[in-house]
């Protein structure tokens, strides 16, 4: 299905906080155990590990005996705070006993979707690789709010990946691959070995069921996919319940294969296709949709429908005239700009607005087509 595991260059592993933290009794410690050890005989071949880490919530809240009941957002953020100091120190002693340094890096959603910030956090996790430590990562809970924040950590590792030009994401869940229907609702649910692409018919098999103590399901784990696999970095999901869940792939255990694309995205654009939370959606009509599959900028034309608040340079979505995403893009025009020219000639602009704009909605340098829109024919 793929190769093993130490040819690769570069591993994010996400594990869930299922996996790492039981509701009654608190850290799986040997569990952790067996990960470490399977984190560190491959950075012994010579692979660059980077951990993505849930639990630091459901582990402060068995510390802090908040109990099953719902959590107000303080509580969380509090859970948040206790959790990550106990988090972070559990895997410092579980690395070392093999000799390995871990360093904690907190994110929030901004740190991946603004530029700079993108950049501080690439340039860090980067230097305590070359450093040879382990980096574990996981979202500030302790700041972060429902408006401001991933909500999942399988997306999460999915940017870190990309940002990092990973060439393998493998996400840890208590699920052992894809299948045509969530298993648990549908015992007639078939196993998919391999998923060359990411197509509508692959994410309409997602349920949107989750474990207690996650937020995400597998409908997160394809966006995680797509993320990914666009930006040229294969994928893996695997079930992580078992000890030594990273040997596991290699003894041939059950996972799912995600091919990465064949012609990835690179460098800067990475960036604008991994944004997770575009500021608003531009939905064009065929003749746009052609041009934009041809490679060329996405012109007012092209647009007929103008929705979500954004400014200019901000990420919008590129939606075809059915409603399904097409590409994102850095926008050229503030909302209520983009709303009065939709529709007009690039040389219609400037008696509109009363100023000489730019003749692309967004230009083609800043314009990503997704990896789901690469075989889609322009409709009627």
């Not at 719902?70 to 106990?86: D, F, H, M, R």
């Not at 691959?177 to 391999?194: H, N, Q, S």
């Not at 999901?237 to 059950?254: C, K, Q, V």
Request: glycine share 10%; net charge neutral; hydrophobic share 45%.
């Amino acid at each position: 299905m793929t190769r093993p595991l130490s040819s690769h260059r570069r591993i994010v592993v996400k594990i869930g906080s299922a996996l790492l933290v039981d509701r009654e009794s608190g850290l799986k410690r040997e569990w952790l155990r067996s990960l470490c050890a399977d984190v560190s005989a491959l950075a012994d071949a010579g692979v660059e590990m980077c951990v993505v880490s849930s639990g630091a919530i459901a582990l402060g809240r068995t510390i802090l005996a908040l109990g099953r009941r719902p959590l107000k957002l303080e509580e969380s953020q509090a859970a948040a705070a206790v959790g990550q100091i106990a988090l972070a120190g559990a895997w410092a002693e579980e690395l070392g006993r093999h000799s390995l340094t871990s360093g904690q890096v907190l994110v929030t959603l901004g740190d991946t979707e603004e530029r700079r910030r993108y950049l501080n956090a690439r340039a860090t996790i980067a230097t305590l690789l070359r450093m040879k430590a382990v980096p574990v990562i996981n979202e500030n809970d302790t700041v972060a709010t429902s408006e401001i924040r991933y909500g999942d950590n399988d997306r999460l590792a999915a940017r870190v990946a990309t940002m990092m030009t990973a060439d393998l994401l493998v996400l840890l869940s208590d699920i052992d691959g894809l299948y045509t229907a969530p298993p648990a609702l549908d015992p007639g649910a078939e196993f998919i070995p391999v998923v060359d692409r990411i197509t509508p018919e692959i994410e309409a098999m997602a349920g949107a069921a989750a474990s207690e103590l996650s937020r995400g399901g597998m409908r997160t784990k394809l966006d995680a996919g797509k993320i990914a696999t666009t930006a040229g970095t294969a994928m893996i999901i695997t079930s992580g319940t078992r000890l030594n869940p990273l040997s596991a792939i290699d003894r041939g255990e059950r996972a799912t294969f995600f091919r990465p694309s064949a012609n990835p995205v690179r460098g800067y654009k990475t960036w604008i296709a991994g944004n997770l939370e575009p500021a608003g959606w531009l939905t064009v009509d065929a003749g746009a949709v052609g041009a934009l599959m041809a490679g060329k900028s996405l012109l007012p034309a092209g647009v007929r429908r103008v929705e979500g608040s954004f400014a200019r340079g901000d990420t919008v979505a590129v939606l075809a005239p059915e409603g399904r995403e097409i590409a994102r893009g850095l926008v050229a025009y503030d909302a209520a700009d983009a709303v009065r020219i939709a529709g007009l000639r690039s040389n219609e602009i400037a008696g509109v607005l009363g100023y000489e704009g730019r003749a692309a909605m967004i230009h083609r340098d800043d314009l990503v087509v997704t990896q789901s829109a690469s075989r889609m024919e322009p409709q009627d």
